[in-house]
T-cell receptor
């Protein structure tokens, strides 16, 4: 069964450094998402991406964050200058359709980001 | 905005049936999803409801009442491997592009 893949599985970085989290969505999916989950807390929406542009973003997704689909397969999340509070599990997800109510999000296994 | 509520924790016995409730408030409902999440892992899709009623999928069933803003996930013949968090998530019509808003999750512990 096709799956969403994320790399790296774990990233440790120092405060103020830039990180890029990488995702390869399911190949025929058109809608892409980043979510994060701080340890012990709920899964929070960051951003959705469709047709090569951001569709929606949450208030968490401030100017320090950016997303890109540099080619036909990769979808990346960049954090420009990491803060301690950015430490979380970051999940990439993709869906076949966005408006279709029956299209679930398929999640990757996540990247655990630790900012020291 | 949305408000999604579910119990924080539940405990049940292997072989039993458990019902996990979810209530939500939303301005434009466009589907309710249940996901399972084992500790440290990704959420995996379990079920989906957009119309009122019961959807059955093997040992898992999910029910929706749109007028009451209420859903439940029913797990039958519980197994130890069902110990996990169960996440209720709602999709709104606007904004959409498919995004889901998640509740805090219900951590289910299955005991022998």
């Amino acid at each position: 069964e096709p799956e969403v893949t994320q790399t790296p599985s774990h990233q440790v970085t120092q405060m103020g450094q830039e990180v890029i989290l990488r995702c390869v969505p399911i190949s025929n999916h058109l809608y892409f998402y980043w979510y994060r989950q701080i340890l012990g807390q709920k899964v929070e929406f960051l951003v959705s991406f469709y047709n090569n542009e951001i569709s929606e973003k949450s208030e968490i997704f401030d100017d320090q964050f950016s997303v890109e689909r540099p080619d036909g397969s990769n979808f990346t999340l960049k954090i420009r200058s990491t803060k301690l509070e950015d430490s979380a599990m970051y999940f990439c997800a993709s869906a076949l359709s966005g408006g279709g109510a029956s299209s679930p999000l398929h999640f990757g296994n996540g990247t655990r980001l630790t900012v020291t | 905005g949305q408000n999604i509520d579910q119990p924080t924790e539940m405990t049940a016995t292997e072989g039993a049936i458990v019902q996990i409730n979810c209530t939500y408030q939303t301005s434009g409902f466009n589907g309710l999803f249940w996901y399972q999440q084992h500790a440290g892992e990704a959420p995996t899709f379990l079920s989906y409801n957009v119309l009122d009623g019961l959807e059955e999928k093997g040992r898992f069933s999910s029910f929706l009442s749109r007028s009451k803003g209420y859903s439940y996930l029913l797990l039958k013949e519980l197994q130890m491997k069902d110990s996990a968090s169960y996440l209720c998530a709602v999709r709104e019509q606007i904004p959409s592009r498919g995004m889901l808003t998640f509740g805090g999750g219900t951590r289910l512990m299955v005991k022998p």
